[in-house]
């Protein structure tokens, strides 16, 4: 029996988010290929794997971005909506942080962190500003809440990407190359930010290459080729004894360069 079908003490599922053979084209091209993943609540899976490989395509179904040509996507028990208010609400319950911070350059870092929850969830103005000062303090963010996204570092900027996806209070984080579009010197400051959500017991799905985050944080790394889960392990294992000649293969091209 897999972890779809048990359920957890007190109804709910075991499974936050899970994938049942999951298929998705782009015209000829089979971007996901019979995708079985499930995540537990609280449970921090890195997801690796050759670029094309199919990783946003997995994160941008998670959230309904992408549609899928057949399989079932599930979240929280309840398979993804295909529309309308039911879709907003699944939308608010999965955050989703890209590579690109995508902030609102015309809005203030508090403005673009309580936007959401103001205008999809109608908190009241006051009680928004206070969750959202009180998550751009999580991040360390709090002394630029009035400054404009331009007048802070690549860093900074997607700390407050992460603020403001926590501020829908999603049940699940999606993380697609949150640093790789980063400077080095700003990649710790952002994973520290990452590390902390995960120690808090935040379920996440993270596609990152780095390393060092999937050892410290991640329960579990799903590797990714062409379309397919080719391999999964807890990180220690998967990057010390990879079993399969694709992630051998990758590991020693990103472990030289
Ligand atoms: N909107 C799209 N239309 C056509 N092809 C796409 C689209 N998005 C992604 N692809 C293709 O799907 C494959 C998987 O892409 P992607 O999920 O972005 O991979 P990864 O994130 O692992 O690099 C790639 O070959 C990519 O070119
Ligand atoms: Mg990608």
């Known amino acids: 029996m897999d972890d779809t079908t048990q359920k957890a003490e007190g109804g709910s599922p075991a499974a936050l988010v899970a994938l049942t053979g999951v298929n998705k084209h782009f015209g000829d091209l089979h971007v996901l290929k019979d995708i079985d993943l499930s995540v537990r609540r609280g449970e921090v899976v890195v997801v690796i794997g050759p670029s094309g490989s199919g990783k946003s395509t997995l994160c941008r179904a998670i959230n309904r971005l992408e549609t899928i040509d057949s399989g079932t996507i599930e979240l929280d028990g309840h ?37 959401g929850p103001i205008k999809v969830k109608g908190m009241k103005s006051a009680e928004a500003k206070e969750l959202a000062m ?68 935040m379920t996440m799905i993270v596609v990152t290459h780095e390393m060092g985050f999937a050892r410290k944080a991640a329960d579990r790394v799903v590797f990714m080729a062409d379309g397919q889960i080719v391999e999964e392990a807890e990180p220690e294992e998967f990057f010390t004894n990879p079993r399969s000649e694709r992630a051998q293969e990758f590991l020693s091209k990103i472990l030289t360069h």
């Open 134 to 201: 009180s998550l751009l303090e999580r991040v360390g963010i709090e002394s630029q809440a009035g400054k404009m996204p331009a007048q802070l570092s690549g860093g900074q900027q997607q700390r407050v990407a992460i603020a403001r996806a926590l501020a829908m209070q999603p049940k699940v984080m999606l993380f697609d190359e949150p640093t790789s579009a980063l400077d080095p010197e700003m990649i710790n400051e952002v994973l520290d930010v990452m590390v902390g959500l995960a120690k808090d017991g």
């Open 79 to 115: 398979q993804l909506p295909e529309e309308g208010k039911a879709l907003a609400r699944l939308r608010a319950d999965v955050g989703m942080v890209f590579q690109s911070f995508n902030l609102f350059a015309h809005k203030t870092i508090l403005e673009n962190v309580t936007l």
